[in-house]
């Protein structure tokens, strides 16, 4: 069998939006939360306008580009303007600073970046590599050494036309890089072609999910359920609602103000919406299917409560959803059944499968090329890793039963998963680290409440030293992500250790939240994502 890919007018996103400007120019493609909208005619023209821009500034084919913006009207044009010109969408996370911003701005290789104007001077704390130019959005910035500052509404407005890229954008080209959190190393850019954005969430893939749908967005556009499921909408000539952000108090006012229809949802989002008190407005709204990952015991009752078809799958940053449920699955950490695109194995930590009804780790191998990631940027060792014996290692636990159903087991890689964030434990530590009183740290997960992980960290003092926990949190917050400042703090005098001195993690995660451990939201600090304007 010839290996066949969609031709570019069905899967690489200029041709399209060009298409489906040209078919339906009056047909909404986007709404957002607080009042305004875009037919599909005014998309295009927005997107030619912003890539006109880019190329003025020296972007051309195959260039990275970074955008660091929350979810808005700027995030949703210069997505789609950056590939329609052929360049490469590098989103990353709007609670990066430090030296987690740095690493990634610096593995980039972007000579520009469309920054928030509330975010762009945390680039004053870093070296900025290669960057070149900064396109503040939303309002002005103090100057950042070697950085030329432009205002991007002002560029935008200039007009123009962009010039053809000099050869067509392929469904094998690089869409885009978006980082992964590392779970041994530092975040890794996974690198995903058209084909790979448009086969993981397909009319094949998401069965469940209909060109007459809107999309209700409101997962940051750096993860792939924001800019990924975008892509999937357009590609099916549907819409999206773009909102700032999930809120459990306002969330059904959003998916009724913006006419919503289809929402993916993380299993703790399910678990707050479940958790407020029944109302009798419960079924008055148009959400018609929501995705829930992972199936919870709160989200197999989601169907009964709100109305809604519930469906669950398997995927990654890298793959192409490569398990999905039928409509309202009842067995919380059931994923589904295999799409049969791909090969899917569960293996020992030798590669060699075993049987059914026992957990290895899922490993999976497209039937297509570019249908899943194709690397890590710059990380060719991760990518070995990854990749080894020709199958992409998930990292993940799974059983799979005698019907062909999945079942997640835990996440064999150390990792922590908080409010949907993948939160590097080496990251965090390497921050702890820095504290001038800490000799060394672990940093762990520990089951929360609302069924996902919550940080902890182990702390040795440095001999003739102390940690106090507060101080500890004080001078963390600053230094990472929100979401990343630990939760718990365990002061011990030394790690547990190997033979050959490697941190035995696993003492600690089976110890887990001790007597003497300190918690930080019972000492009354509560932490949030920075509201942006």
């Known amino acids: 069998m010839i290996d066949v890919l969609p031709p570019p007018e069905i899967c690489v996103s200029r041709y399209v939006l060009e298409r489906h400007a040209h078919e339906k120019p009056d047909q ?43 979810n808005n009207a700027a995030a949703l044009e210069t997505y789609l303007a950056i590939n329609y010109i052929g360049a490469v969408y590098i989103p990353i996370n709007t609670s990066y600073r430090g030296s987690l911003l740095g690493h990634v701005i610096d593995n980039s290789d972007a000579r520009v970046i469309i920054a928030h104007h509330e975010l762009a001077p945390r680039l004053a704390e870093i070296d900025t590599a290669a960057l070149e130019t900064a396109l503040i959005s939303g309002g002005t910035s103090a100057s950042v050494a070697g950085l030329t500052l432009l205002n991007y509404e002002a560029i935008m407005s200039t007009g123009g036309e962009p010039t053809e890229p000099p050869r067509k954008i392929q469904p094998w080209d690089l869409q885009s890089i978006v980082y992964t959190s590392g779970t041994t190393g530092p975040s890794k850019g996974t690198m995903s072609s058209y084909f790979h954005a448009y086969n993981g969430m397909n009319e094949d893939a998401w069965h469940c999910l209909h060109a007459n749908d809107r999309a209700l967005i409101n997962l940051p556009m750096f993860h792939i359920a924001g800019c990924f499921i975008t892509y999937a909408m357009l590609c099916r000539g549907g819409s999206v609602a773009m909102s700032p952000g999930f809120k459990t108090e306002t969330f059904w006012d959003v998916v009724r103000e913006t006419q919503s229809t289809a929402v993916f949802l993380l299993g703790v989002m399910c678990s707050f919406l479940i958790k407020e008190k029944p109302h009798a407005n419960d079924k008055n709204h148009p959400l018609r299917m929501v995705f829930s990952v992972p199936l919870t015991e709160e989200s197999v009752i989601f169907h009964d409560r709100f109305g809604t078809d519930l469906y669950t799958i398997f995927n990654m940053t890298e793959l192409n959803t490569p398990i999905i449920s039928e409509a309202n699955p009842r067995e919380p950490g059931r994923a589904g059944s295999a799409r049969p695109v791909n090969d899917l194995r569960i293996v020992n930590e030798h590669d060699l499968e075993v049987p059914d009804g026992q957990v290895g780790e899922l490993i999976i191998r497209p039937h297509l090329p570019w249908a899943i990631n194709h690397g890590y940027y710059k990380n060719p060792e991760a990518t070995a890793r990854a990749w080894r ?40 530590e390497v921050v702890v680290n820095e504290h001038p009183n800490v000799q060394e740290c672990a940093a762990i997960p ?43 703090v365990r002061i011990v005098d030394e790690l547990p250790k190997t033979p050959t001195t490697k941190v035995q993690k696993t003492d600690l995660r089976n110890d887990g939240v001790t007597s003497d451990t300190w918690d930080r939201e019972a000492a009354g600090i509560s932490l949030r994502r920075e509201k942006l304007g």
């Not at 003025?56 to 990275?64: E, K, P, R, T, Y």
């Open 28 to 70: 909404v493609f986007a709404v957002f939360e607080g009042g305004g909208s875009w037919a599909y005619g005014e998309t295009l023209t927005r997107v030619r306008r912003v890539a006109a821009a880019l190329q003025d500034l020296g972007i051309c084919q195959d260039d990275h580009v970074v955008v660091w913006l929350p």
């Open 389 to 428: 014996n020709g199958w992409f290692h998930t990292g993940d636990a799974f059983r799979r039963d005698t019907n062909g159903q999945y079942w997640f087991v835990d996440r064999l890689k150390d990792a922590i998963r908080r409010r949907g964030e993948n939160i590097s434990s080496f990251e965090v």
């Open 446 to 488: 520990v089951p929360s409440e609302h069924g996902e992980d919550e940080v902890m960290i182990v702390c040795a003092p440095k001999r003739g030293q102390t940690v106090d926990p507060t101080e500890l949190i004080e001078f963390l917050i600053p230094r990472m992500a929100h979401f990343m400042v630990p939760r718990y």
